[in-house]
């Protein structure tokens, strides 16, 4: 047998490298991305501990501006891409008080006081996910307006209507389109239902207990713009993974409209519809074939589509029967929170671009009206106008479907004036909801911006 690898020195102590590989596993990578954010969160705790009303003092004013100064200085070498994190560093808290060590000696050991790396980490992410969850809004919202143009623009071309996919009844491009607008809105009431319980700060927490010093988390909670501290602190350790839980539920949701709305892209622009042709620029070719333009980028959300449930269920899985209190599986939902989000955002995006250049071909779309079938309802209805009782009305046309050969779709897709029907479509409704909801975004990232800016003006 080979004599064991020396031990790896790190900030806490001396590691067995195979155990500190395992144990930080991507950490070194994902963590890059929460380089800024840490030192966010650095700074609001130093500030915080300068303030308090403790003898002797933790940190002067002088000192405090100092940490800040140095904070602000790793934050740029973060956002040049030339911070690091070493396995030594195991992960970005301990990088980070190591850069700050390096520059500042002693001051830089102490940052770390009423601190653990529980709450750290849990404050890190709830600062990264606000911050995404805010651009994914707005992309989401963006989304939902070229959905709500698309269906504007075409808004009368008829659209056969399915159900089991077997024709149904007469529809339009605008009541489709509109339709998976209104999806993507209300899937936005999980994405702000996630950011409520997000916007919550669990600094001070500590190792998930608390410190015996009189800290005022209050204030770190208002120096960085969270809507308020979690009250009780072990629940605030017990709250990592929930939160990204929740995050991956509210995305997943999104990602299931995206995958619906592109299998019925796929569909209706196969040749044998051609209801909509997709743009060729987003469309992918054959090694062999070479007439091909495959659309790849749907069946692809279809899949990333299947890797969201897949992701908000293990971080389900890992919540499920932990034990309150930190424990080191919290570490594996990191990947997952952030592949998600990832993806979702990615998918939001390229998907506004297919509705933005999306044609639609309205000769298509009517001549697939020529199997009468789809209008015997509306005939049924007809009769029923006329006094018939309907399941009379109903039988009189299934036995006669071939006199409704000839009927104008265009015509019948007018007649449905009633609420959220073809010709009752409220699209400025549906905008307005989508510019209310990006606005909200756009004006919540300010507020956090603002703060942010405020704290670290020094
Ligand atoms: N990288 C760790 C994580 O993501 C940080 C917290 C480590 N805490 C600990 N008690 N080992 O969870």
Redesign the pocket.
């Known amino acids: 047998m080979s004599t064991p690898a020396a031990d790896t020195a790190t900030t806490v102590g001396k590691i067995n490298p195979d155990v500190l590989a395992f ?3 991507k ?1 070194p990578v994902l ?1 890059l991305a929460l380089a800024e954010v840490d030192c966010l969160g650095t700074a609001a705790h130093v500030t915080m501990l300068s303030r308090m009303d403790f003898k002797p003092t933790l940190f002067t004013e002088e000192q405090r501006v100092a940490v800040l100064r140095a904070l602000r200085d790793i934050i740029g070498e973060a956002r040049r891409g030339d911070f690091t994190i070493t396995a030594a560093d ?4 301990l990088a980070v008080e190591r850069r700050l060590t390096e520059r500042l000696g002693d001051l830089g050991k102490k940052v770390h006081t009423c601190r ?3 709450d ?2 849990a404050v890190d ?1 709830r600062l990264h996910v606000r911050n995404e969850l805010n651009a994914l809004t707005v992309e989401l919202a963006d989304l939902a307006r070229a959905l709500l143009a698309l269906a504007e623009a075409h808004k009368a071309v008829p659209l056969v209507g399915r159900t089991h996919l077997q024709p149904a009844m007469p529809s339009s491009v605008g009541m489709w389109a509109s339709a998976y607008a209104e999806m993507l809105l209300d899937d936005a009431y999980l994405l702000e239902a996630a950011y409520k319980t997000n916007d919550l700060c669990p600094l001070g927490s500590a ?1 998930g207990y608390g410190v015996p010093l009189p800290i005022d988390r209050q204030l770190t909670s208002d120096l960085l713009a969270f809507s308020r501290p979690h009250h009780n602190v072990f629940y605030a350790s017990c709250a ?1 993974g929930k939160d990204e839980a929740v995050l991956l539920a509210a995305c997943s949701q999104v990602m299931l409209s995206l995958s619906r709305l592109a299998e019925d892209l796929i569909l209706f622009s196969m040749p044998e519809f051609r209801y909509f042709t997709l743009p060729r620029d987003l469309c992918t070719g054959s090694s062999i074939m070479p007439q091909k333009y495959n659309p790849d980028v749907l069946e692809l959300i279809r899949a990333k589509a299947a890797l969201l449930v897949g992701q908000a269920t293990s971080a389900n899985v890992i919540l499920k029967a932990l034990p309150g209190g ?1 424990n ?1 599986d ?3 939902t ?1 990947e997952l929170y952030m592949e998600g989000l990832r993806v979702t955002r990615a998918s939001l995006r390229i998907m506004r671009l297919m509705a933005e250049h999306l044609t639609v071909n309205p000769e298509a779309c009517r001549a697939a009206f020529a199997e009468p079938g789809v209008f015997a309802t509306d005939r049924a209805l007809e009769l029923v106008a006329g006094g018939m009782p309907f399941r009379d009305a109903y039988h009189q046309v299934r036995d006669h479907l071939e006199d409704l050969r000839g009927m104008d779709p265009d015509a019948v897709i007018a007649q449905k004036t009633h609420l959220g029907g073809t010709n009752g479509l409220d699209f400025a409704q549906l905008r307005a909801r989508a510019d209310a909801l990006a606005a909200q975004a756009l004006a919540a990232q300010a507020k956090v911006d603002a703060a942010f800016a405020a704290l670290m003006d020094v």
């Open positions: 144990t930080e596993g950490d963590d195991q992960d970005v808290h653990s790396r529980n750290q980490v992410i190792a990592r930190y080191r919290l570490q594996d990191k």
